[in-house]
């Protein structure tokens, strides 16, 4: 069984590698285990950096076979210009520097979702009915959203027009720890790998590794 470990932004992200992503791998010979940065009992991700993500995968890189995350481009705290690629190229340099001695390329590949975890919500907004506050006319409202859009990946990352500020504004009481990973179960990670190409390409990585015999 290959041991992989992957940094995650959130308990979102974490919630949903639980109960979607987990069962997908570990049908493949791969163990997935996400975790927040820091190590104490204060670690809450959130408000990432490069430095934070690349520590924590430095100190992974020891205690596991593989190692990725699974962050947002949105809100990260110091990506500057560069595009979703050059971050997490940036990423995977500032984790070599970390690691001095027996460096391998291979077992580090950092993956950015671009823009937001919950632009793979929108994969199929008819998820969001199954959650009891969901307002009558949030299915109608959230695919006019995703139709302005070649994909779920694109709905961008603006303060005010992330995705998951537009779920927030059609229903308050979402929340996304609670409502995201349930309605990622409901649509299921085939819809999401097919409607979203970024994301179905770090997942095939994934799925390579146990063949890769890594």
Not at 95 to 117: A, C, G, L, M
Not at 167 to 190: F, H, Q
Request: charged share 30%.
């Amino acid at each position: 069984m290959t041991r992989l470990a992957i940094v995650v932004e959130g308990k979102t992200e974490k919630e949903f590698i639980g109960r979607v992503l987990s069962r997908h791998l570990k049908g493949k010979g791969i163990k997935p285990t996400p975790i927040l940065p820091g190590r104490g009992r204060g670690a809450r991700g959130g408000n990432i950096s490069v430095d934070s993500i690349a520590q924590e995968m430095a100190r992974l890189y020891w205690h596991f076979d593989m190692v990725t995350s699974l962050v947002d481009y949105y809100g990260f705290r110091d990506k500057g210009t560069r595009t979703v690629e050059e971050l997490e190229e940036y990423l995977k340099e500032k984790t070599r520097h970390r690691i001095p001695r027996r460096w391998d390329s291979r077992k580090i590949f950092p993956y950015v979702q671009q823009h937001e975890f919950e632009g793979l919500l929108f994969s199929d907004v008819s998820a969001f009915s199954t959650l009891p506050d969901a307002p009558t006319d949030l299915q109608a409202s959230l695919h006019e959203i995703r139709s302005q859009f070649p994909t779920p990946e694109d709905i961008n990352d603006h303060q005010n027009t992330a995705p998951s500020r537009r779920i927030l504004r059609l229903m308050p009481r979402y929340r996304k720890v609670a409502n995201g990973s349930v309605v990622a179960e409901k649509m299921g990670l085939d819809v999401i790998r097919a409607e979203c190409p970024r994301f179905n390409i770090w997942v095939k990585k994934l799925e390579s590794l146990r063949t890769a015999g890594c």
